[in-house]
């Protein structure tokens, strides 16, 4: 069989087993804060620019208002991706069947494929980019910088995490070169080009003081020790450990090449930029599809004579199954959660919001009376599946709001507050308990008397940014 009919056949299958499974569990609370930003759609968030909310809305409103339906745009995603990861394979001389079986399989690919996410978008966006990257540096014309620059126009519109990629891959041109690349007029037109298309997002961000920033330092400050000390034990498992060789000799192979060292530099170059920022381990795992594609013709050729690897690639593809797809039954979810805890959040939230709907319905006169909660998890549930429209001050949800200043009745408050003293005569009615072991088991439902000021006086500082 032809390699691309081959990868046809690997993409066909990866859309089967996604779309079977796309059902299962129920949304992920991401993608309920998407559901809810999909419904006022700007140039931006706090937390995100604009694309994955609109693709939300746009696969939902096609596909149907369900997990299946929203989840639809992110199989279209992980299939492209796979495509794209092949396309690297086959510039480089071969491997496409390889690398995308092993795109297709790895625990990130499955993971953000099944499920709407900004790393759904990014994932390809940075598959894009590696192609692209590739084509420009073997080839040294200048004009790949016009669909570079268009490239991470995308991405910037999608998370800024690519300009770690851009950052990672210049200072490693800077480094082994060919440097000649900088030396065009083509460069100046593609950050035009980027800039141009990116002018909505950048200016809606400099209109809100850069919110972005905020978040990812917020990130840096609160999870940067764990992400350090995770980070390279995660680096193994974002693919398969089976297919660490496969990356080790791909990085080998690009480094011994002196057009493409540059593509081989920036994977360490990226790793030490994410390290010092304190910035999450998944950051660096879309280069390692680059590094997977560049490995992939010379070990398919060492795996010809061989067979013993055969088991340990079938019990990394049953690991990364049950660790990254709805297979299991909630019952049996905990060990799993242990390696991805996303699983776990896309369980209980129907309860989670009836729970909310018992205390809601208490309360005799709802006229003056407010839903706030303390995430926009919680919101997003209850605003899909609960009895009220709900508030919160957690990114973007705190720019949607605030309520009537005449709603100065009870508040049935969701978790807790940093600052209580922002709301009167709190007492604890219901604690929520979930079927597992997830962020939301074991959270309190509060009534209180009422806000301790006018919602629109004390509503910056319910305003948070981090978790």
Known sequence: MRPRYAVGAVVAV??????????????????????????????GYVDQPPITPFLGRVSTLLFGDSPTGLRIVAILLGMATVVVAAMIAHELGGGEVLTAIGTALSSLTLVVSHMLSTTSVDL??????????????????????????????VGLANKWLVLLLIAALGISVLIVGPRSIFRTWWLAIGVAVCLLLSAPVLIWQAQHDFPLLTVAGGISESDGTENRILFVPMQLVYLAPILVPVCVVGFLRLW?????????????ALCLLTLATGGKPYYTAPLLLVLLAAGAAPSERWARSRRWWIPLAA???ATNLVVALPVLPVSALAPAMALNQEQGEQVGWPAFAETVTREWNKIPDKSRAVIFTRNYGQAGAIERYGPAQPYSGHMSYADWGPPSDAKDG????????????LFRGCTVQAVHHSVIDNNENGVQISLC???SGKWSEIWPKLRRFYT
Not at 126 to 135: D, I, K, P, S, T
Not at 136 to 151: A, M
Not at 410 to 421: E, Q
Request: net charge positive; proline share 5%.
């Open 14 to 43: 990866q859309a089967v087993v996604l779309l079977a499974l796309s059902g299962q569990y129920g949304f992920h609370r991401d993608e309920l804060y998407f559901l809810a930003a999909g419904k006022h759609l700007d140039w």
């Open 124 to 153: 390809l966006v940075w598959v894009v980019l590696g192609y692209f990257a590739v084509r420009l540096l073997k080839s040294g014309d200048g004009r790949w910088w016009i669909p570079v620059g268009i490239t991470m126009a």
């Open 256 to 268: 011994r090449d002196s057009s493409l060292r540059a593509v081989a530099l920036t994977y360490p």
């Open 315 to 317: 019990l990394g593809v």
């Open 410 to 421: 009870p508040i049935l408050l969701v978790g807790r507050l940093n600052d209580p003293a």
């Open 449 to 451: 008397d009422g806000p």
